[in-house]
């Protein structure tokens, strides 16, 4: 039985076939092969190993929300009322049940999490807003800044630095 690859350990070819599949998740897994020079076989084992470890989360297609409808994004930072550990699960658990919220990211120092929100207008945002102050999240206190464009998002995780270490 072959083991699950340690993130610690991922080698040459697993860089190369992450690398690829980062920039192209639609690439077949013949192409993906020929692109990072091993037989399909050997190329398919090695993603579906990524994907058992958890390393290879998901493929997602990438919207234009200009083209979409035009969205507003909103980040949003929040600051709870309280800081014990069942109010931050609390908070965490409720959170995803918001298909607004695109990104909640926990944050240390001034500011407890920040949230990507999608929106489609500043009154549809103030209206999200204001339902999530009554849903009984322990949001204390929060802050929004108004993404004007995107000047760049969705970059690829840089890899070379990891094989490096």
Not at 97 to 122: K, N, Q, T
Request: hydrophobic content about 45%; aromatic content about 8%.
């Amino acid at each position: 039985m072959k083991s699950k690859p340690n993130p610690a350990r991922l080698d040459a070819w697993d860089f190369r076939i992450l690398s690829e599949i980062q920039s192209d998740g639609r690439i077949s897994k013949s192409e993906l092969a020929k692109r990072v020079h091993l037989s399909a076989s050997a190329c398919s084992e090695r993603l579906r190993a990524l994907q058992t470890a958890g390393i290879i989360e998901g493929f997602y297609a990438r919207l234009s929300p200009a083209l979409i409808g035009g969205m507003v994004f909103v980040m949003v930072e929040v600051v709870l009322e309280r800081h014990r550990l069942e109010d931050q699960r609390h908070f965490e658990t409720a959170i995803g049940e918001f298909p607004e919220i695109l990104d909640c990211w926990a944050i240390g120092g001034r500011i407890d999490y920040l949230l990507r929100v999608a929106s489609l207008s500043m009154a549809a945002y103030q209206d999200f807003m204001e339902g999530l102050l009554q849903a009984g999240l322990g949001i204390d206190q929060y802050y929004s800044l108004v993404v004007t464009k995107p000047v760049k998002s969705n970059s690829p995780i840089p890899l070379s630095a990891l094989r490096e270490r």
